[in-house]
């Protein structure tokens, strides 16, 4: 029993150590070639795709007409570079520049600005879109619609006049597209819509503009006598004035429409100036109103809450020959010494007239010298209509 135990005993301490043996050669590691590092290959970036969507139909054949109005006009319009003089506190001459923009009026050479772009002007330079140069002179030019005609002599160089469109049949919120030269800077396009309409713009002399269009495309200084286009690249309108704090663009500017444009450049070209129509009467330049004719009650005055109060009419002017009456007392008030007990204007051809700049504008825009108008006056406290042959402003 004793041997068959030790001979079990040694069989498995046998198989034991012949397990040993292979465990250890099963982990021994075989001889390996060393070889040089490898970095893994990086991933690529890719973009996440946009999330701005592409424009609709609508929009893109919007930008393109933009782009069209551009490309057949823009070769039309034109930089003002003026050179003007001067004086200083001694009294010695000082040259002086500015600059503003034009367009092509027609093939002979017309260019149309606005009048305080050239005004003063000593010399003129018109420089189109690819760099040709020409010296301007003015031809005609008037201050109270702020428009001049400058001509050069172009010889064989193309011009591609821009047609007038008819600024009666503009519409507010209709697109516009300014081209201009602002702070110097050629060929600038802006777009914008039509804000307003009707305006009522004062003018270099202090006069009135009538019918003035109100956009909010970009207008800066040196846009001044370029053109306001329509979607089919017609002239609706001559840039000329913003309202800003900054004489920058504030996204309030006038254009002068382009029917004003119709009837005033063809007089510029053939005569040098236009005639204005004429009445020969002075007027209170505020608007009558109710508080201004309590204020006038209080002082011993009675005058209407409406219309223009005439202060006097010239002798031997139209005014006077239709039979108009000015003032026939003075009254010191807080406006000064105001004549009062005149006729008061409340209508030009049955259309009412509520402010000294409306009457103004009226008779600018609707009327020219040796035509009769109906004015309607208050007299007495009432109403009468008094034909009036109009003259030429002197």
Same mark, same amino acid.
């Given at each position: &029993?004793?041997?068959?135990?030790?001979?079990?005993?040694?069989?498995?301490?046998?198989?034991?150590?012949?397990?040993?043996?292979?465990?250890?050669?099963?982990?021994?590691?075989?001889?390996?070639?060393?070889?040089?590092?490898?970095?893994?290959?990086?991933?690529?970036?890719?973009?996440?795709? +946009?999330?701005?969507?592409?424009?609709?139909?609508?929009? %893109?054949?919007?930008?393109?007409?933009?782009?069209?109005?551009?490309?057949?006009?823009?070769?039309?319009?034109? /930089?003002?570079?003026?050179?003007?003089?001067?004086?200083?506190?001694?009294? /010695?001459?000082?040259?002086?520049?500015?600059?503003?923009?034009?367009?092509?009026?027609?093939?002979?050479?017309?260019?149309? $600005? /606005?009048?305080?772009?050239?005004?003063?002007?000593? #010399?003129?330079?018109?420089?189109?879109?690819?760099?040709?140069?020409?010296?301007? =002179? @003015?031809?005609?030019?008037?201050?109270?619609?702020?428009?001049?005609? =400058?001509?050069?002599?172009?010889?064989?160089?193309?011009?591609? *006049?821009?047609?007038?469109?008819?600024?009666?049949?503009?519409?507010?919120?209709?697109?516009?597209?300014?081209?201009?030269? *602002?702070?110097?800077?050629?060929?600038?396009?802006?777009?914008? @819509?039509?804000?307003?309409?009707?305006?009522?713009? #004062?003018?270099?002399?202090?006069?009135?503009?009538?019918?003035?269009?109100?956009?909010?495309? !970009?207008?800066?200084?040196?846009?001044?006598?370029?053109?306001?286009?329509?979607?089919?690249?017609?002239?609706?309108?001559?840039?000329?004035?913003?309202?800003?704090?900054?004489? !920058?663009?504030?996204?309030?500017?006038?254009?002068?429409?382009?029917?004003?444009?119709?009837?005033?450049?063809?007089?510029? =070209?053939?005569?040098?100036?236009?005639?204005? +129509?004429? &009445?020969?009467?002075?007027?209170?330049?505020?608007?009558?109103?109710?508080?201004?004719? %309590?204020?006038? !009650? #209080?002082?011993?005055?009675?005058?209407?809450?409406?219309?223009?109060?005439?202060?006097?009419?010239?002798?031997?002017?139209?005014?006077?020959?239709?039979?108009?009456?000015?003032?026939?007392?003075?009254?010191? $008030?807080?406006?000064?010494?105001? &004549?009062?007990?005149?006729?008061?204007?409340?209508?030009?051809?049955?259309?009412?007239?509520?402010?000294?700049?409306?009457?103004?504008?009226?008779?600018?825009? /609707? %009327?020219? +010298?040796?035509?009769?108008?109906?004015?309607?006056?208050?007299?007495?406290?009432?109403?009468?209509?008094?034909?009036?042959?109009?003259? #030429?402003?002197?």
């Amino acid at each position: &029993m004793k041997r068959k135990l030790y001979v079990l005993l040694s069989v498995l301490l046998l198989l034991a150590n012949s397990l040993g043996c292979l465990a250890l050669q099963t982990f021994t590691p075989p001889a390996e070639t060393p070889t040089a590092y490898v970095p893994p290959t990086p991933t690529p970036w890719v973009a996440a795709p +946009p999330r701005v969507q592409p424009p609709d139909d609508a929009i %893109t054949q919007l930008e393109t007409q933009v782009e069209a109005v551009y490309t057949a006009v823009g070769d039309a319009v034109v /930089n003002v570079s003026v050179t003007s003089i001067g004086y200083d506190y001694f009294f /010695n001459a000082v040259p002086s520049e500015g600059s503003g923009s034009g367009f092509v009026y027609d093939t002979q050479g017309r260019i149309v $600005t /606005n009048f305080h772009v050239i005004e003063n002007a000593q #010399e003129i330079q018109v420089t189109f879109a690819d760099g040709a140069t020409f010296t301007g =002179i @003015v031809i005609g030019s008037d201050s109270t619609y702020d428009l001049a005609v =400058i001509e050069i002599d172009a010889g064989d160089y193309p011009l591609h *006049p821009i047609p007038l469109g008819d600024s009666g049949a503009i519409r507010v919120g209709q697109f516009v597209v300014a081209i201009g030269n *602002p702070f110097g800077l050629d060929q600038t396009v802006t777009f914008g @819509v039509i804000s307003s309409l009707g305006r009522v713009i #004062e003018s270099p002399d202090g006069r009135y503009i009538g019918e003035a269009i109100q956009t909010d495309a !970009a207008i800066n200084p040196g846009n001044s006598g370029g053109p306001l286009l329509d979607l089919q690249g017609r002239v609706i309108g001559v840039n000329a004035q913003i309202v800003s704090p900054s004489q !920058a663009n504030a996204g309030i500017g006038f254009a002068i429409p382009a029917n004003t444009v119709r009837h005033v450049v063809p007089e510029l =070209i053939s005569e040098g100036r236009y005639r204005h +129509p004429w &009445m020969g009467v002075r007027f209170f330049p505020a608007s009558l109103s109710q508080q201004l004719a %309590t204020s006038f !009650a #209080e002082l011993g005055a009675e005058i209407p809450d409406h219309g223009v109060l005439v202060l006097s009419v010239e002798p031997g002017t139209p005014a006077a020959r239709a039979g108009l009456r000015g003032g026939t007392r003075s009254v010191n $008030t807080p406006y000064g010494t105001i &004549m009062v007990g005149g006729d008061v204007i409340v209508a030009f051809d049955g259309m009412a007239i509520s402010s000294p700049n409306r009457l103004i504008a009226y008779l600018e825009t /609707n %009327t020219r +010298p040796g035509e009769t108008i109906q004015v309607t006056v208050l007299r007495d406290n009432e109403e009468i209509t008094l034909p009036v042959t109009l003259g #030429e402003r002197p």
